[in-house]
T-cell receptor
Framework: EADIYQTPRYLVIGTGKKITLECSQT?????MYWYQQDPGMELHLIHY???????EKGDLSSESTVSRIRTEHFPLTLESARPSHTSQYLC?????????????FGNGTRLTVT | KNQVEQSPQSLIILEGKNCTLQ??????????LRWYKQDTGRGPVSLTI?????NTKSNGRYTATLDADTKQSSLHITASQLSDSASYIC?????????????FGRGTQLTVWP
C-alpha cells in the first residue's frame, strides 16, 4: 500500500462553510493531484502540482483552491461549500509526469454538503 | 476527442469463474494503458501497465492484453475470488505534450458471489 493519507474520511457540512481537505504523502513525490469521483463516472482532475509553489487547475471547473508549501502536503480548500460539491475527493501522487509510474491514491474524503 | 470506454458497466459472476473486462480508447498519441482496481471505500490501486509494444502481461490471476492497432485492451480474471469484487478502471496516458495527460474510463463494477 502507498503512503498517502487523506483526512477526514467522511465530512458532513452545511452550505456556506469553509472546509479544507488534507492530503499528505511520505514518498517524496513531486507530482500531486486532486480528483473528484462520482458514482459510475470517470475521475475528473480538479487541481495538480508538480512541486513546491507550483499549482495548476485541472479540467473540471472548480471553486476550490490548493496550496503546495511543502512537498509532502497538498491541501484542498472550499471557501464556501455548496450541495453541488457533494462528492468523493481523491488525492494522488506519482514520481513521473508521463505516468510510466503509477498514481498512488489516498482512500478519499467523502464530502456531503447539506 | 480522446476517450476511454469500458464495458460492461457492471458484471456479476460466481466465485471460481473467469471473466473479461473490456476497454476501448481513442487516445492519441498513445503512451501507456494502466488497469486499476478500486475496492469500495478505497483509492484505486494499479494492477498492471501496458505499453505500445506489449501484447500480454500477467499479474497473478490478472492478465491484461493490448491491441494497439484496434485500440482495445482487456483484463481477464481467472478463478475469481470474493476479494475480486471491486471497480476496475482503465486509464490511458498520452504522450502528446511535455507533461502527459491521463484519460479515465468509468470503470466496470465487478461483483463476485459465493
Amino acid at each position: 500500500e502507498a503512503d498517502i493519507y487523506q483526512t477526514p474520511r467522511y465530512l458532513v457540512i452545511g452550505t456556506g462553510k469553509k472546509i479544507t481537505l488534507e492530503c499528505s504523502q511520505t514518498m517524496g513525490h513531486d507530482k500531486m493531484y486532486w480528483y473528484q469521483q462520482d458514482p459510475g463516472m470517470e475521475l475528473h482532475l480538479i487541481h495538480y502540482s508538480y512541486g513546491v509553489n507550483s499549482t495548476e487547475k485541472g479540467d473540471l471547473s472548480s471553486e476550490s483552491t490548493v496550496s503546495r508549501i511543502r512537498t509532502e502536503h497538498f491541501p484542498l480548500t472550499l471557501e464556501s461549500a455548496r450541495p453541488s460539491h457533494t462528492s468523493q475527493y481523491l488525492c494522488a501522487s506519482t514520481t513521473d509526469s508521463h505516468y510510466n509510474s503509477p498514481l498512488h491514491f489516498g482512500n478519499g474524503t467523502r464530502l456531503t454538503v447539506t | 476527442k480522446n476517450q476511454v470506454e469500458q464495458s460492461p458497466q457492471s458484471l456479476i459472476i460466481l466465485e471460481g469463474k473467469n471473466c473479461t473486462l473490456q476497454c476501448n480508447y481513442t487516445v492519441s498519441p498513445f503512451s501507456n494503458l494502466r488497469w486499476y482496481k478500486q475496492d469500495t471505500g478505497r483509492g484505486p490501486v494499479s494492477l498492471t501497465i501496458m505499453t505500445f509494444s506489449e501484447n500480454t502481461k500477467s499479474n497473478g490471476r490478472y492478465t491484461a492484453t493490448l491491441d494497439a492497432d484496434t485500440k482495445q485492451s482487456s483484463l481477464h480474471i481467472t478463478a475469481s475470488q470474493l476479494s475480486d469484487s471491486a471497480s476496475y478502471i482503465c486509464v490511458v496516458s498520452d504522450r502528446g505534450s511535455t507533461l502527459g495527460r491521463l484519460y479515465f474510463g468509468r470503470g466496470t463494477q465487478l461483483t463476485v458471489w459465493p
